[in-house]
Nanobody, 123 residues
């Protein structure tokens, strides 16, 4: 069982930035993918960004391309999500996930999930 702990959420004004972090208690699998998802009450879960921890290949949702950047520190089992030019519609809970193998697309299954961190963007 792998524990994923997110941090870095908060409240900002539109146009501002936040940086989310997700630390895995252990390297869950080798190789593995880590992703960021978001979901609000009553809404469908949406994939935001994912990164393959082996070579750093990334995947982004169209809604965040050019604004969000996912990166990793392989040695620390940590993934980051730099969020710039935030919009009110980015407001929701953000979750980190880890899964074995390549990232492929956001429809793949992930084995472990974090508790989530809230991001609130005011207009």
């Amino acid at each position: 069982w792998v524990q994923l702990v997110e941090s870095g959420g908060g409240s900002v004004q539109a146009g501002g930035s936040l940086r989310l972090s997700c630390v895995a208690s252990i390297a869950p699998y080798r190789p593995y993918c880590m992703g960021w998802f978001r979901q609000g009450p009553g809404n469908k879960r949406e994939g935001v960004a994912a990164i393959y921890m082996g070579d750093g290949v990334t995947t982004y949702a169209d809604s965040v391309k050019g604004r969000f950047t996912i990166s990793r520190d392989f040695a620390k089992n940590t993934v980051y999500l730099q969020m710039n030019s935030l919009k009110p519609e980015d407001t929701t809970m953000y979750y980190c996930a880890a899964g074995d193998g390549f990232c492929a697309d956001f429809t793949r299954d992930y084995n472990d999930w974090g508790q989530g961190t809230q991001v609130t963007v005011s207009s």
